[in-house]
């Protein structure tokens, strides 16, 4: 017999440091009030996810787009 119940979201037991620059995080802060995040944290990881699913959706356009950072 199946559960209709949502399975409990997966733990979150790493915690990942990154730098970023001034405007980088104005960018972030920008967005996660645009969208509504709880906060920074679940902003960063909303943004992480997108960023993956672009690059198994449409390859091409992810690569234009970190072309673009390298290049910034």
């Known amino acids: 017999m199946s559960s209709d119940k949502p399975s ?3 733990k979150r037991v790493e915690k990942l440091q990154i730098m970023v620059a001034d405007s ?3 960018m972030i802060d920008d967005w996660r009030f645009e969208n509504r995040a709880a ?3 679940a902003a960063i990881r909303s ?3 997108l960023g993956l699913e672009l690059t198994k959706s449409d390859p091409d356009t992810a690569a234009k787009l970190l072309d673009q950072l ?3």
């Open 8 to 10: 409990a979201p997966e």
């Open 24 to 26: 980088e995080l104005a």
């Open 39 to 41: 906060s920074r944290s």
């Open 47 to 49: 943004l992480i996810y």
């Open 70 to 72: 390298d290049r910034a």
